[in-house]
């Protein structure tokens, strides 16, 4: 249906991933999604067709895709099932920024298996009280003897209940008292003792989404990641990636909201004929798919510029602020159009507006996009 040109590597790419979605993936997302399960085994399958091992590059083991192969692959995750993109968006981001700054040790023990789909990590930035200022984290990492003692906690860190090691953003202080900044650290849960609980959440059901505890955790001085104090530098890189990543995830679920709203619009009948043929109905269906197509160039269009070699950062906010709000709008819609229906259960487009809402949170919420944007096109920064 949609009319945005790829070339046809990227429509081989697309095809093969939506049928392996469609067919292998698609039929057991209700299923854990009432039990909040996530089926581990199937992502090493998934990492054949380049997610999470796409954004890592060969030198490094992975597959080195573009950034456009990368959109596409996103947006079909995106189609399919929220809690998968989700997913598969933070394995990429704890990959990236392991290739980017660990060294041949950490390389071999939490890199490698993390592209085998043997391991899996976390990425535990979010604070209490440290959410959109990142750099406000006060999580601690003193250093005592031959490692580093952590005390403080992390907030919504997706998946650290089903992982096996994670990457954590904190102040690292020397035993003098030199404080060296936010620094990132392994924690190896096989090394590590840190509490973990999930907090029950609307969205991305077969996901979670945990509070993590440190109380004089030790961690061995060999887990820092990267320099001391290179921490945010680090995650942000991360985070930046992502939020491409996200958008596309968006525009993949506002297709969702369209395929599911004329597929139902045109078989429920009131009235004596399909809803379909009711103008206001219609009216609708376009607007879903008219952010459904606008977003998808927007997202094309960032992946293209990061391609070209740009920095992409305005391409990436805009694409970030737009496609998540618009899936939000094209999920209300899509929920409209299936009346009773869309609010059970039952009904995907109950999962979609669910999932529709946590698009303009992560990765820098909405009003963030807004202010990088304002900054870049008016040259005064408005968060501080
Ligand atoms: C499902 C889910 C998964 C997540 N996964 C992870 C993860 O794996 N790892 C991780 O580290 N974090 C994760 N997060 C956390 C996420 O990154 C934060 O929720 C996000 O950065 C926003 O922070 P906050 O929730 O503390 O909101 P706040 O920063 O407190 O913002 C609250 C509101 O105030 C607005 N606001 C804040 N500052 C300004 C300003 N200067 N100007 C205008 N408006 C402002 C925000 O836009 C928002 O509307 C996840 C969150 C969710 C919901």
């Known amino acids: 249906m ?4 790829l070339d046809e590597d990227e429509q081989s790419v697309r095809d093969a991933v939506r049928s392996f979605l469609d067919n292998k993936v698609a039929p057991v997302v209700a299923e ?57 968006n933070v394995q990429g981001m704890v990959a990236r920024t392991l290739a980017a700054a660990g060294n041949d040790e950490q390389r071999a023990r939490f890199l490698e298996p993390l592209l085998a789909g043997r391991r899996f ?4 930035m979010t604070e209490p009280g440290a959410g959109s200022d990142a750099g406000a984290l006060r999580t601690t990492a003193r250093r005592k003897g031959d490692g ?28 003098d008292g030199t404080d060296h900044g936010v620094t990132a650290l392994l924690v190896d849960s096989a090394q590590s003792d840190f509490g973990v609980h999930d907090i029950p959440h609307m969205p991305l059901r077969s996901t979670t989404s945990c509070e993590l505890t440190f109380d004089n955790t030790y ?27 996200m958008a596309m995830g968006a525009v993949g679920l506002s297709q969702a909201c369209l395929e599911a709203a004329i597929a139902f619009c045109q078989q429920r009948e009131q009235f004596g004929k399909p809803i379909a043929a009711f103008q206001l109905v219609q009216q609708m269906v376009v607007e879903i798919a008219t952010l459904t197509e606008t977003s998808r160039l927007l ?39 299936h009346g009773g229906a869309g609010l059970m259960e039952e009904s995907p487009v109950e999962r979609y507006f669910r999932d529709a809402r946590e698009a303009t949170i992560p990765e820098g919420t909405s009003q963030m996009q807004i202010l990088h944007l304002g900054k870049d096109l008016l040259g005064h920064s408005a968060i501080r």
Not at 2 to 5: A, C, D, N, R
Not at 72 to 83: K, V
Not at 153 to 169: M, Q, R, V
Not at 220 to 244: C, D, F, H, S, T
């Open 2 to 5: 949609s009319t945005v040109h």
């Open 32 to 88: 854990h999604e009432r039990a909040k399960t996530f089926p581990w085994e199937l992502l090493a399958q998934l990492y054949e067709f380049g997610y999470v091992r796409g954004g890592v590059p060969e030198s490094e083991g992975g597959d080195g895709l573009t950034m456009m192969m990368q959109a596409i692959l996103m947006e079909e995750a995106g189609r399919c099932w929220g809690s998968l993109r989700t997913t598969v």
């Open 121 to 124: 990590g976390w990425f535990g």
């Open 148 to 175: 580093y003692v952590v005390n403080g906690s992390k907030l919504y860190i997706t998946n650290a209940l089903g992982c096996d090691f994670g990457i954590l953003f904190v102040r690292a202080i020397d035993e």
């Open 219 to 245: 961690v061995p001085a060999e887990n820092v990641l990267g320099e001391l104090g290179g921490g945010l530098r680090l995650g942000m890189k991360a985070i930046n990636a992502g939020r491409l990543n």
């Open 299 to 337: 997202g094309y269009h960032a992946a293209r510029t990061l391609d070209a070699g740009g920095p992409g950062r305005y391409e990436c906010s805009m694409a970030k602020l737009y496609c998540g709000e618009s899936a939000g709008r094209a999920a209300t819609l899509a929920l409209q159009i």
